[in-house]
C-alpha cells in the first residue's frame, strides 16, 4: 500500500491481510433492522452482503432503503388527503344542506304564488 510520487514512490506500508472468521452478529431470522438502519454504516454488514453473490439480495436491500425512507412520508400524504377529503366532505354536507333550505323555501314561494 503506498502514495506514488513522480516516477517513484513517495511513501509505502507493508500491509497484511489473513482471513478471520465471520463475526457473530446475533441477529434474530426475520429481523430487518441490521439491514435498514445499521447497513449504510456498517462496513462489514455490506461487504459481507457484496460477497453473497446474490444481486437480487443487495436489490431487495436496497429497495428496502428506499422504502423506509418513503413509508412515513406516504403516511404524512395520506393522512394530509384524509384530512382535505374529511373537510370536503363536510363542506359537500353543508352545500346540500343549504340547498335542500332552498328548494324548500322555493317550493313554499311557489305554492304561495300559485294560491294567490
Known amino acids: 500500500m503506498g502514495i506514488e510520487g513522480l516516477g517513484h514512490p513517495q511513501f509505502t506500508q507493508a500491509m497484511y491481510a489473513t482471513p478471520k472468521s465471520p463475526v457473530e452478529a ?3 431470522d426475520h429481523d430487518l433492522d ?3 438502519y445499521d447497513c449504510p454504516f456498517n462496513f462489514t454488514f455490506k461487504q459481507a452482503l457484496q460477497h ?3 444481486p437480487g439480495m443487495l436489490a431487495e ?3 428496502l432503503h428506499t422504502l ?15 384530512e382535505l377529503s374529511t373537510a370536503v366532505h363536510q ?3 353543508r352545500f ?3 340547498t335542500g333550505q332552498m328548494v324548500i323555501h322555493f ?5 304561495r304564488l300559485e294560491a294567490t
Request: hydrophobic share 45%; aromatic share 8%; charged share 25%.
Open 91 to 93: 363542506f359537500q354536507k
Open 34 to 36: 441490521p439491514f435498514i
Open 68 to 82: 423506509v425512507i418513503r413509508i412515513p412520508i406516504y403516511l404524512e400524504l395520506a393522512q394530509s388527503i384524509q
Open 61 to 63: 436491500v436496497a429497495r
Open 107 to 111: 317550493e313554499a314561494t311557489k305554492k
Open 26 to 28: 446475533g441477529v434474530e
Open 52 to 54: 453473497v453473490g446474490n
Open 96 to 98: 346540500n344542506d343549504v
